[in-house]
């Protein structure tokens, strides 16, 4: 639900607090002896405002936070080992970034076997006893922090029992972490009040609307929201769904171009269905085969009237419950706590046996009691309750009617409030793809937050000045309040930015309208020169206002920076390409070299081999069934995104490149998922490497580079055998590097790509 939370006289620029209640528990359980498990879905800018308001609601003396201990894993580990033996932190960093985030324990491991740290492999004696030391702090207590979510209530005598310490936000804080608490027999109730980033994106977006428009839009009224909108559906079954609340990832595009949802219970099924429990049984594919046509398949008719309404698809736990209590004769409460023990290996085979005893004595035969207990096994406790997923479809789809309507407002949220895996970079060019003009930041225009303007293209996203590297809050709303400008020197007077922050404004043109005939290197001389005034009447008389005109108030002949440093500097100081988009400096290399975009990879045959070209927007290696490590990367080249799995036979040949270089061309083959065109890799380059070599060389030295003397991709073989990726490739088992983090986490580092200037002044 959402409710309006007024705050002071400045709410009314806001859109109202949302707030959802997710209900996980499945139904009122008699045998259940823990308290309920209760979630508060909220925005993530105001979490604390709930958090104050629980506390107000309830006391002081009983309330408080639960604490989180910190313990070491890989990448820490390294780092602080690293600093300890005196080793540059540069360097510290650089070898910790190298590691995926797995265990300390396995740093070694890893070093031994993973391709692409074969190079710091190599130099690994020069760092001593880094490893070892490294390694002996795995699952070491590192800190202790405040929970990002969990508020503990009790009666009133709860301080007095249990040890709380302060913390900066000024809440009492339990010395015990949520498995303490929630199975250690304190009897505390646990609320999770999780800040969600999508809710503070869609409530920006709404604010943006009524701001711009007076339109008060009400997402959860079905007058102003249509959950079934054509438009937002035609997103979701073109897979256009970069943005979108549990939609986006690149795994989920895939099954949403397989499934094509095409109503609120289909996205309902398509959340629960990307959950470990439901892929490690092979359901999705079930799923979409059955939505298709495919008669539903059910291994005794007992269960067809709990399954009819999946295809015969387990989806659900209160299906797990249903299935173990029409089997074996038990209530449904006996039935949760035989799901709940599903998750313990321990006592997963006493469930087994129970099941099969008392399911054998109501007469199932062993081949129904085999085949259904595979699915109840590999699905555990690993899924959703279907209120659970209706409260996730229903943020889901108002995001896709954000999209598909009122883009740019959606797009403004989604910057200001970076909800998803995707860098802003993608937003940005996605943002671009429809339609949505990305307006550069601008010392007379923008404001502290990402905000909405019209333009002879429609409305357009001004970014904000938050997005400028290093600017702190009082800097941007100095800036801000003192709008507008007339000029460099009056916005040194009024808004007193620091240099290194008038540096970085003008580099990436935010005063281009006040510079008339100045290039942006007569600004940086100048914004030098009210330094070194100021400065130097500061030592005189404290008096830090600017008399008279510039020394250099005309052209100095400096030349302007070329269209490669605009871009330098934009991404440095902004890590997004605003003015163009980071390939364009590479089509011409690209039509040399015959590499097919992201907007034509749809129409090309699979089996076809291919190249691909891109920035390196996603990189993960996350458990699928088979347990073997297979690298998905996903690119961005301006038209749309490509994603791309190398399997294992490719590791050697490409994951340093991968792992290491921010812009890729790829080799690779063409495979069908479903409408969607992905490719298997099997080689990859480091585009800025290609784009030297032709440069310096000439083009036939960039097809040497790739080991070819032709630029036309050639189709192979019809009956060459083709690796496609199987059905549920987020499974469960885990391969000893599996990188458990979000695909978004490693994205290209934008700072390293391309030429770089430091924009100095002459």
């Not at 265990?103 to 492999?121: C, F, K, S, V, Y």
Request: net charge neutral; hydrophobic share 40%; with cysteine.
């Amino acid at each position: 639900m959402r409710r309006g939370h007024p705050r002071d006289a400045s709410a009314q620029a806001r859109a109202d607090l949302f707030v959802s209640t997710v209900g996980k528990e499945r139904f009122l359980s008699e045998r259940r002896t823990s308290l309920p498990d209760i979630d508060l879905d909220v925005e993530s800018e105001r979490r604390l405002e709930v958090y104050d308001a629980i506390i107000k609601r309830f006391g002081r003396e009983r309330t408080a936070v639960t604490g989180m201990p910190e313990t070491y894993r890989a990448r820490h580990a390294l780092r602080d080992s690293g600093l300890a033996l005196g080793i540059p932190p540069q360097v510290v960093g650089e070898i910790a970034k190298s590691f995926p985030h797995i265990r300390a324990r396995d740093i070694r491991g890893a070093l031994a076997e993973l391709p692409e740290l074969r190079q710091l492999a190599a130099q690994a004696e020069k760092f001593g006893p880094l490893w070892e030391l490294a390694e002996g702090l795995d699952a070491l207590p590192r800190g202790y922090a405040m929970h990002p979510c969990g508020v503990i209530l009790s009666d009133a005598s709860l301080l007095d029992r249990l040890p709380v310490q302060p913390t900066p936000a000024g809440y009492a804080m339990v010395q015990a972490d949520k498995d303490d608490i929630e199975l250690g027999g304190y009897g505390l109730l646990k609320l999770d009040v999780l800040g969600v980033r999508m809710q503070s994106a869609m409530a920006h977006a709404v604010a943006e609307i009524r701001r711009t428009t007076g339109r008060v839009l009400d997402l959860d009224n079905p007058d102003h929201v249509d959950l079934n909108d054509r438009l937002a559906f035609e997103l979701i079954q073109a897979s256009d769904s970069v943005g979108l609340f549990q939609l986006e990832s690149p795994g989920q595009q895939d099954l949403l171009g397989r499934l094509q949802p095409r109503h609120m219970q289909d996205v309902i099924a398509d959340i629960s269905l990307f959950r470990p429990g439901p892929v490690s049984g092979g359901m999705p594919a079930i799923f979409i085969a059955a939505r298709h046509g495919a008669a539903p398949q059910y291994a005794h008719p007992d269960l067809e009237p709990i399954l009819s309404d999946t295809y015969g698809v387990v989806i659900w736990h209160e299906q797990i419950i249903a299935i173990l209590s029409k089997l074996t004769g038990c209530d449904r409460a006996a039935g949760d706590v035989a799901r709940r023990a599903l998750a313990d290996p321990d006592r997963l085979p006493k469930v087994e046996a129970w099941f099969r005893r008392t399911a054998c004595e109501r007469g199932y035969s062993k081949n129904v009691l085999d085949e259904v207990w595979e699915t109840v096994a590999s699905f555990g406790a690993y899924g959703f309750c279907r209120a659970h997923a209706v409260a996730f479809a229903v943020p889901a789809l108002q995001s896709a009617v954000l999209k598909a309507r009122y883009p740019a407002f959606l797009y403004a949220g989604l910057l200001e409030h970076d909800p998803g895996m995707w860098p802003r970079r993608v937003l940005v060019a996605d943002a671009r793809r429809h339609g949505v003009p990305i307006l550069p930041v601008d010392v007379n225009h923008s404001h502290t937050q990402h905000s909405v303007e019209q333009t002879d293209q429609g409305w357009g996203v001004r970014l904000a000045f938050s997005t400028v590297k290093g600017i702190s809050d009082a800097e941007a709303a100095r800036l801000a309040v003192g709008q507008p400008y007339a000029g460099l020197q009056d916005l040194w007077q009024r808004a007193r930015p620091s240099l290194p922050l008038a540096q970085r404004l003008i580099r990436i043109g935010a005063l281009g309208p006040l510079a008339g005939d100045l290039t942006r290197r007569d600004l940086m001389l100048q914004a030098t020169e009210l330094h070194r005034h100021s400065r130097a009447r500061s030592a005189t008389d404290g008096q830090l206002p600017l008399g008279g005109e510039l020394v250099t108030a005309t052209p100095s002949g400096l030349p302007e920076m070329t269209s490669r440093d605009k871009l330098s500097a934009e991404l440095e100081t902004l890590s997004i390409d605003v003015t163009h988009h980071l390939m364009e400096h590479h089509h011409r290399l690209l039509r040399e070299l015959g590499a097919t975009d992201a907007a034509h990879l749809r129409g090309m045959i699979p089996g076809q081999k291919i190249l691909v070209a891109g920035v390196r927007a996603s990189t993960q290696t996350p458990p699928i069934p088979s347990g073997k490590r297979i690298i998905f990367t996903t690119l961005e080249d301006g038209s749309g995104l490509v994603d791309i799995a190398f399997f294992e036979d490719s590791h050697d040949a490409c994951a340093h490149t991968v792992f290491h270089s921010g812009l890729l061309l790829v080799r690779g083959t063409v495979t069908a998922r479903g409408p969607r065109r992905t490719v298997v890799g099997e080689m990859a380059w480091d585009l800025d490497e290609v784009a030297a070599a032709r440069r310096d060389h000439g083009p036939q030295a960039a097809l040497d580079l790739l080991g070819r003397t032709t630029p036309s991709p050639t189709p192979v073989q019809p009956d060459a055998p083709q690796r496609t990726l199987a059905d549920g490739t987020a499974g469960a088992r885990l391969h000893p590097y599996a990188d458990l983090q979000p695909a978004g986490t490693r994205s290209a580092d934008l700072r390293r790509l391309g030429h770089r200037s430091q924009g100095s002044a002459g």
